[in-house]
């Protein structure tokens, strides 16, 4: 008889939440019974599961002893509290905020580049960066053939990286800039809809955005390798949902854009679409949204540096950037018993 472990979804109501809750099911992970959670607000909401409705329980009155692992993604300060609350109770626990992140006993996982660190838990597993998943799923085998000392990258990050209510306002402004309307800017610094702006999350005194410094480190803690340089630029571009990404590489060792084609298309996780022809190229409309894999185009050798390589990185960021690593998580979690 298949094991099953009893699940906690925290944050249920949200984009990944329902994410996690959609992939449990089609990835059919051995649930026992399925907790979802929200603050009060949500209390009582259904949420449909393998054809059933289960009502949406409230997470300040959750016993996390009736379950075995919980997936939360309901921001920093939700975690915070409750998540050391939950491994008290015996329960392991996938945080995809960043709370844990850069706490040194807490693995930071992506399943396809470090798979062996879920086993060093304490209790809390974290899941990256929604851009740094995508950037390193593309650049791990590159990375383990020949070495990277530099990435610079520019990401271009859909709006469902900051929630719903950021779907909503790019869907609001959208409709009535159509109609010849004025808009607000309610969620974003100003208009999002028909504009990119080169700023997420606020500025340190570098000028580097808390976005652009995640990536920088959680590289470096992914890969063990403090030496890698990395100067992000993150944009939030009018798009619903995948985030794309222009990285430029420089590799310790010299490697071929045939070389890395090669590496890629035997690589996990990844689809290589990168035909030298008009629309030989993958975007996250198109391609990406909806699916699991982190798609590669544009593979070519950097004709300014020396072993330099340049990669379009296209990924759903609720979905493999969030949801999907996950569950992935969860699913190396319990190929052992823990």
């Known amino acids: 008889m298949t094991q099953t472990y009893n699940v906690a979804v925290v944050g249920a109501t949200g ?54 692992i919980a997936l939360f993604s309901a921001g920093s300060a939700v975690a915070a509290e409750y998540a050391p609350r939950a491994v008290d109770a015996g329960c392991v626990v996938i945080d995809n905020s960043s709370c844990f992140r850069n706490e040194p006993e807490v693995p930071l996982v992506v399943p396809e580049v470090n798979p062996e660190r879920v086993r060093e838990h304490c209790g809390i597993i974290a899941n990256p960066n929604c ?59 100003k208009q999002m809809a028909f504009n990119v702006l080169p700023q997420i999350d606020s500025l340190d005194d570098s000028g580097y955005s808390g976005e652009e410094l995640k990536m920088v480190w959680e590289t470096r803690k992914i890969l063990e390798d403090d030496e890698i340089a990395v100067t992000p630029t993150c944009v939030r571009v009018p798009v619903f949902f995948g985030h794309s990404e222009a990285v430029h590489l420089e590799t310790r060792d010299p490697i071929s854009a045939l070389e890395v084609r090669e590496l890629l298309q035997q690589a996990p996780g990844i689809e290589v679409l990168d035909e030298a022809q008009d629309g030989g190229w993958a975007t996250p409309v198109t391609e990406a949204a909806g699916k699991d894999a982190v798609f590669v185009s544009r593979i070519r050798e950097d004709i300014t540096a020396e072993n330099g390589i340049n990669l379009w990185v296209v990924s759903d960021n609720v979905r493999k950037g969030a949801a999907l690593n996950a569950v992935q998580i969860a699913e190396l979690l319990i190929r052992e018993p823990f």
Do not use: C, W
Request: aromatic residues 8%; without cysteine; glycine residues 8%.
């Open 131 to 189: 851009s740094t998943i995508q950037m390193l799923v593309a650049l791990a085998p590159i990375y383990r053939y020949a070495g990277i000392r530099r990435i610079n990258v520019a990401t271009y990050q859909a709006v469902s990286g900051a929630g719903r209510q950021a779907v909503e306002e790019l869907a609001r402004q959208t409709a009535l800039l159509l109609n010849a309307r004025d808009v607000d800017n309610q969620h974003f610094a």
């Open 15 to 68: 984009l990944v939440g329902e994410a996690i809750v959609e992939l449990l099911e089609s990835r059919d992970f051995p649930v026992g019974e399925l907790f979802v959670l929200a603050s009060n607000e949500s209390a009582g909401k259904p949420v449909y599961f393998k054809g059933r409705s289960i009502k949406v329980g409230d997470l300040a009155d959750f016993d996390f002893s009736q379950v075995q």
